[in-house]
T-cell receptor, first 113, second 113 residues
Framework: AQSVTQPDIHITVSEGASLELRCNYSYGATPYLFWYVQSPGQGLQLLLKYFSGDTLVQGIKGFEAEFKRSQSSFNLRKPSVHWSDAAEYFC???????????FGQGTELSVKP | EPEVTQTPSHQVTQMGQEVILRCVPI?????FYWYRQILGQKVEFLVS????????KSEIFDDQFSVERPDGSNFTLKIRSTKLEDSAMYFCASLEDSGNTIYFGEGSWLTVV
């Protein structure tokens, strides 16, 4: 069955440190891939997306993600984390036009001063 | 930038009561979705709607749920007889016909007491 795995439930990083959030998907072909961010009590904001082409995609707020077909991964990175990045991060994918998004469990990011 | 709008932002209801959550998708979008997120858990797909009918639904979307597009702009989720376990954030989302990105509303927080 199609699924998304985010192996890290909670990550804490120091402000200014680099960040990598892991995401693996289970699907036979290349899906449409997304990262969303959710602040407490808020909605889902799209950070970035991958459909095809260049496997390194840039998003908002200084985030980037790299698609690796061989590893079925789409990890999110940021070179220097800010305190305002503390939030829940969700990886998601869908595999057909109009199809539903399948979400991972989410990774909660805490940022310490 | 166009956005998906949801009302109410927060509703408290008695168990057994009917609830209607309302959404105004982005105007040129043709695919509509409802998702829910129980507190602290991942975002779960409920139902997708296209061409005035349900295109897919999850096992969560049982007979107590229904969706409707009563006019050209609104998309509603009705829960007929709410249970305590229906307490969650409900997200509406939409996608344009040739688009790839699903846009989410800010959510409607439902508390069943």
């Amino acid at each position: 069955a199609q699924s998304v795995t985010q192996p890290d439930i909670h990550i804490t990083v120091s402000e200014g440190a680099s960040l990598e959030l892991r995401c693996n998907y289970s699907y036979g072909a290349t899906p449409y891939l997304f990262w969303y961010v959710q602040s407490p009590g808020q909605g889902l904001q799209l950070l970035l997306k991958y459909f095809s082409g260049d496997t390194l995609v840039q998003g908002i707020k200084g985030f980037e993600a790299e698609f690796k077909r061989s590893q079925s991964s789409f990890n999110l990175r940021k070179p220097s984390v800010h305190w305002s990045d503390a939030a829940e991060y969700f990886c998601a994918f869908r595999y057909n036009q109009g199809g539903k998004l399948i979400f991972g469990q989410g990774t909660e990011l805490s940022v310490k001063p | 930038e166009p956005e998906v709008t949801q009302t109410p932002s927060h509703q408290v209801t008695q168990m057994g009561q009917e609830v209607i959550l309302r959404c105004v998708p982005i105007s040129n979008h043709l695919y509509f979705y409802w998702y829910r997120q129980i507190l602290g858990q991942k975002v779960e797909f409920l139902v997708s709607f296209y061409n005035n009918e349900i295109s897919e639904k999850s096992e969560i979307f049982d007979d107590q749920f229904s969706v409707e597009r009563p006019d050209g702009s609104n998309f509603t989720l009705k829960i007929r007889s709410t249970k305590l376990e229906d307490s969650a954030m409900y997200f509406c989302a939409s996608l344009e016909d040739s688009g790839n990105t699903i846009y989410f509303g800010e959510g409607s927080w439902l508390t069943v007491v």
